[in-house]
């Protein structure tokens, strides 16, 4: 344990006017910690296929003001996110992750696609991601942070599009968290884990609804249905 770690968590103790802990109760904490037990999970999305899981994921998703375009394949990524921007009359210039997940997608069959890969800046309007995991039970993407994923891209653009495969969609939370600790591996978590509901909103003033607020106006999802990764 660092210097300074311990420095913290002494004057925690001497706040709370206790000591260390014994060795029998530390491996009790140590092995809660470890096994990552599961509350109540509700049944909504956990009793259905997995089908079933995807069907509700959009339907909770389209509830909260996202759109979602379903397509067959990577194949046609890239015909869904340039007719969604022509359908709104939207920039085709956009800023896209170096994710892996999306190098696989002949976004050069749309040249007038104009795609800058890297980080998002002021300037950017359109934002291209692609997702970790999907939450059913509640229509909620789930974003990492990464040298591939920086977290700005998620929220700087007014307009963020995510990929999404199938089967990345998940029944609860519960399972989001179970897939990144094996993929990530025990203490290897992301600096930044994101749960996206819909557009950015707020309600503060005159308990008024406004989309935009404090992030994008407008998140579009292009579900691949076929579940393959790139």
């Given at each position: ?14 706040s ?31 009793a ?14 389209e ?8 397509v067959a ?34 976004w ?16 950017d ?15 909620t ?14 929220f ?29 591996g ?20 005159e ?24």
């Amino acid at each position: 344990m660092s210097e300074a770690r311990e420095q913290i968590l002494g004057t925690l103790r001497r706040s709370l006017k206790r000591g260390r802990l014994d060795a029998g109760r530390r491996a009790e904490l140590e092995a809660r910690l470890a096994a990552h037990r599961r509350n109540l999970v509700p049944a909504r999305a956990a009793a259905l296929d997995h089908a079933g899981q995807v069907e509700l994921f959009v339907r909770m998703a389209e509830e909260v003001q996202t759109t979602v375009a379903r397509v067959a394949s990577a194949a046609e990524v890239p015909a869904a996110v340039a007719d969604y921007l022509s359908q709104r009359n939207l920039p085709s210039r956009l800023v896209m992750t170096p994710d892996p997940q999306l190098d696989g997608i002949p976004w050069s069959e749309r040249p007038m696609l104009e795609i800058r890969r890297g980080r998002a800046e002021d300037a950017d309007q359109v934002g291209v991601t692609a997702a970790f995991a999907a939450v059913a039970e509640t229509g909620t993407l789930m974003l990492i942070s990464g040298p591939d994923s920086p977290t700005r891209n998620n929220f700087l653009p007014d307009t963020h599009v995510v990929v999404l495969r199938r089967d990345q969609v998940m029944a609860s939370y519960e399972e989001g968290w179970s897939r990144l600790r094996a993929a990530q591996g025990a203490g290897a978590l992301p600096r930044t884990v994101n749960f996206i509901t819909g557009p950015s909103r707020t309600g503060d003033i005159e308990q008024r609804l406004e989309l935009g607020a404090h992030g994008p106006r407008r998140l579009h999802i292009v579900l691949v249905d076929d579940g393959a990764a790139s």
